[in-house]
Every structure is written in C-alpha cells, then in structure tokens.
C-alpha cells in the first residue's frame, strides 16, 4: 500500500472520516461542502451520538467520493492512541468491504491531543489493518492500493509522524511476515537472508556467522540447542551506530528459534502446530533495527539473533545432559523444551563480550506460562533496573503494546541452583515459569541494565481482533523503537 499526504480533493473508493464530533469536518479543507453537508445531514438523521469506536458507512453521490465511513473517536478526554489505532481499523475493515483501490483517511486536529501522535496512530491503525498474509494463496485477499492522508494542517511535524507511522506499521508488518512464514520456509539461512536485504533497505549493517564461527566463539549452549536439526544454524548481527561519539549500546537480543519440537521433550502436535512462530522475537529485533535506522534515531543499537531450530534426532541434545555456555558457565539440561534460554544466554554474551553492549534487552517467544499469566494482550517483563523499566513503560504507553513487570526476588533465582552444574535450565518445579524462564537470562547479562519480555502470549494470535490479523502480530517491534527513541 502507498501512502502520501494530499493537500487537495483526491478521488477515492472510500473516505474514512475519524471524528470526535461534526465540528471536526469544518477543519477537513480537501473535503467538498457538499460532502460535509450530507454527512451532517446522516449524522443528525442518525441521531449520532459519537460513541467511542462506532463506525457507519455512508452513501453519497459526490465526484470525487463512492462511499463514506463516519468513525467515531469517543470523548476527547478519554482518548488515547491505542484507541485511534483501533478506531481507525475499525473502519479501515468496514471500508475494504468495497474492495477500494484508493482510500482517503481524514484526521481531525483534536483539543488538547498532540497533533502529531494522533496522525501517526491513525496511519499506523489503517495500515496494520490492512495486512494479510497471502503469499501462498492462489486467491489473494482484497488490498488497499493507496491511502491518502487528509490533515488539517502539513506542518512538518505532522509529515514527519506520518512518516514515523508508516515506517512503524510497515516494520511490523514485516515481522509479522517472519512470523508468519512457516519453517520451511523461514529457516536460519533464510532468516539471516531476510535480514541481510533488510539491512540493504534501511541502512544497517549486517554479519552473519555460519556453524564453524558459531563453534569458535564457544557458543556451546546456542550449539546444543541447535545441534539434532537438519537446517543449520546461524548467528546474525545487525548493527545501526546512530550516535557513533557515544559509548551506550543497547543489545536488542532476539528468540530465534525457526521451529520447536521441544526436541527430545517433543511437543504434543497440537502445541507444536504454530511453532513456527518460536522466531517471533527475532522478528521483533530485526523489525525494530529496520525502523530505527528508516528514522535515522540517533542511537546506538544492535540487534543479536541465535537462529536455529529445536529438532529431534540421534545426536540431539538431552534431558539431563550438561552443557557449557559462550560465558563459561554450566548448565543442567532438565528439559530441552525450555531451549530458548539457552540459545539467548550465548547472544546475550556475545553482545556483552563482542560487541560491548552497555545495556541489554531480550525478548522471546519464551514460556507457555506467560500466556496462562497476562493472556495474548500483555508482554510480561522482567528487569533488573526500575530506570530502565520506566524507559519501557513510556515505550509501552506510546506504541500501545501493553507490558507487566513481574517480580524478580532472589527466591526465584534460587529456584535456577542446580545440584551438579551452576545453573539448570528450569525451576525445580513448574511455579513462577516465566520468571525463572528471565531470571535465568539474567544470570549472564553482567549486571547490565536489562529488560526480558516474554511475547510468547503477545506474538500471537488465534483469531482476529481489532488491527491485529490471526497469526503473527509483530509484537515487539514499536515498542523497541520507542524504547529507544526515549533513550
Ligand atoms: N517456545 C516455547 C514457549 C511457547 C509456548 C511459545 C507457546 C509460544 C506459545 C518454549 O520454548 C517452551 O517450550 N517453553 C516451555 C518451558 C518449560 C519446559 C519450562 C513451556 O512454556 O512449556
Ligand atoms: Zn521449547
Ligand atoms: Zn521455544
């Protein structure tokens, strides 16, 4: 989908009008009277009352509009820019059922809310909504050819957030995409493809190891976990130095994880099904680096992946075995189902050692428990640094995406001692699995400041609701960039 900001009347299939009430269309200069006349007109017929998210589909005969999508925002004081995001879906949905080709999105100027976030979240709301995962269907979904953004004012703060929208809608779609991609398709050597042409796009830099490298650099655990799969693993790098005078670093350290069978510790089919998305993580980091480096964020990143895939076979590794780590430290394998720890332990070393990170944030696709704990709309956090955390939840109040920090008191690191190595890869129990599952993360980022987000629930979605399509969501992505936008 193209999208670009016009300054007058554009001929579109469908116009979505996002109002907080009929004053907002006097402010609309690309919209014809006689268009905001009949809209008044059905508003009052209609005895509209701007409920927060309704949404009606108006018929007009004008020249340059087919049909018309009235979109309530709610009261202003109430409004915020998840709801203008979901808002706008809303509409965008009721809009594609006239499979329109151009699509005209007007966005008031609100009282009181910044200008610029509200046409970001609009553009971001239309175009996430309007992905679909097609590629392998002979029968493609019906899509949006162009989307035309109608402000009240062009300032240069307002391109620029729907620049920013944009870039961040289409980051997100392009982790959904890897996320979606299933591991046949999606494999370490295609994923460090994916992020190669990536880096190309938006200007980062890209370093991918191959399994000898990989063995060199004592990645042991990351090793083991990869060791059984026919595809074999890889280690990506992607680096965006934006502010290169300054020391900081923040390593974004992604789940790579192509496929889980649990390997020895096989999943049911039935949880195994969707395991393709064990890589969300990794969308997310190389989702992030793509968007900060299309904004040109003066910061220093770098986006680490310990890709492979958790496989079966005769020289897989397993349950009991101990195994070393890139840090030095052992580790008791009690079930090769908990591999992502051990594939982000090494990433979190490398980026320590290698790379010089000052700062450390993984995130991943890490335990069912999380799911069980905060459901698929809250990524559950774990840190060791209330300074950084407030970071996050900035981030997490201007993406959107909703995060909980759970506690790390010592008693759960207690639960990680093992009796014949330093560390075992699970609690001795399943009690608290998402905070072991980060804690025992955080037994190797050096007391760093560092953020674990867990997006096994987050990444995902069974069924579709508001701007998020069923399968992968692209969680993570927005709210990386944020994070790091803030810094
Ligand atoms: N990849 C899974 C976690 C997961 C579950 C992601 C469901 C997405 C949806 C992870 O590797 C895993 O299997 N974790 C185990 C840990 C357990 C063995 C301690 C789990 O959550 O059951
Ligand atoms: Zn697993
Ligand atoms: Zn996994």
């Given at each position: ?8 009347s ?5 116009a ?7 004053s ?78 151009k ?9 009181g ?20 995962f097609d ?17 009240v ?25 890897l ?29 991918i ?16 976990v ?23 670093v ?57 890709a ?15 195994i ?8 008791e ?28 944030v993984?995130i ?22 209330d ?9 997490s ?66 069924a ?24």
């Open positions: 989908m193209k999208t670009k900001i016009v300054t007058k554009t001929k579109s299939d469908v979505i009008f996002l109002l907080t009430g009929i907002d269309l006097n402010g609309f200069k690309t919209l014809g009277e006689k268009v905001k006349k009949d809209i008044l007109k059905g508003i009052k017929m209609d005895d509209w009352k701007f409920e927060e998210g309704k949404v009606k589909l108006f018929s007009f005969y004008d020249k340059d509009i087919k049909h018309g999508v009235v979109a309530s925002l709610g009261k202003i004081k109430d409004l915020t820019c998840e709801k203008i995001r979901k808002t706008t879906a809303s509409a965008i949905k009721k809009g594609i059922e006239f499979k329109p080709e699509v005209s999105l007007f966005i008031p100027e609100i009282k809310f910044d200008a610029g976030e509200a046409v970001k979240s609009a553009v971001e709301g239309a175009i996430l909504s309007s992905y679909s590629r392998h269907k002979n029968k493609k979904s019906d899509k949006i050819g162009e989307l035309f953004i109608n402000t004012n062009n300032n240069k703060k307002v391109t620029e957030a729907v620049k920013e929208g944009v870039v961040l809608a289409e980051c997100t779609n392009i982790a959904r995409d996320v979606n991609e299933p591991s046949n398709v999606i494999y370490p050597e295609t994923l460090a493809k994916e992020a190669v042409k990536l880096s190309k796009k938006y200007g980062f830099t890209a370093e190891f191959e399994e000898k490298e990989i063995e060199k650099l004592k990645m042991e655990s990351f090793l083991a990869a060791r059984a799969a026919e595809k074999r693993p890889r280690l990506i790098v992607l680096k965006y130095m934006g502010n290169p005078s300054n020391k900081e923040t390593a974004l350290v992604g789940k790579g994880l192509t496929y889980d069978t649990g390997g020895l510790a096989l999943k049911p089919a039935t949880g195994m099904v969707t395991m393709k998305c064990d890589m969300g993580g990794s969308a997310a980091v190389i989702g992030a680096i793509s968007a900060i480096a299309a904004m040109k964020l003066k910061v220093n990143v770098i986006s680490v992946v310990a492979c895939e958790n496989s079966i076979g005769g020289n897989a590794y397993r349950n009991g075995d101990i070393g780590s890139m840090a030095g430290k052992t580790i394998v009690l079930n090769t189902d908990a591999e992502g720890r051990l594939t982000l332990i090494d990433a979190v070393t490398y980026s320590i050692k290698k790379l010089k990170a000052t700062k450390i993984d991943a696709t890490l335990t069912g428990a999380v799911m069980v704990a905060l459901g698929n709309t809250v990524t559950g956090v774990v840190s060791n640094n300074k950084f955390f407030k970071q996050l939840e900035k981030a109040g201007s993406s959107g995406e909703q995060i909980w920090r759970l506690p790390n008191y010592p008693e759960y690191s207690e639960m990680l001692k093992s009796e014949i190595a330093d560390l075992r890869n699970i609690g001795k129990n399943r009690l608290a699995g998402t905070i072991t599952a980060g804690l025992f993360v955080g037994e190797f980022v050096e007391n760093k400041p560092w953020l674990h987000l867990d997006i096994a629930g987050t990444s995902w979605r069974d579709p609701e508001s701007y998020n399509q069923a399968g992968g969501t692209g969680a993570g992505v927005r709210l990386l960039y944020h994070l790091m936008k803030n810094q």
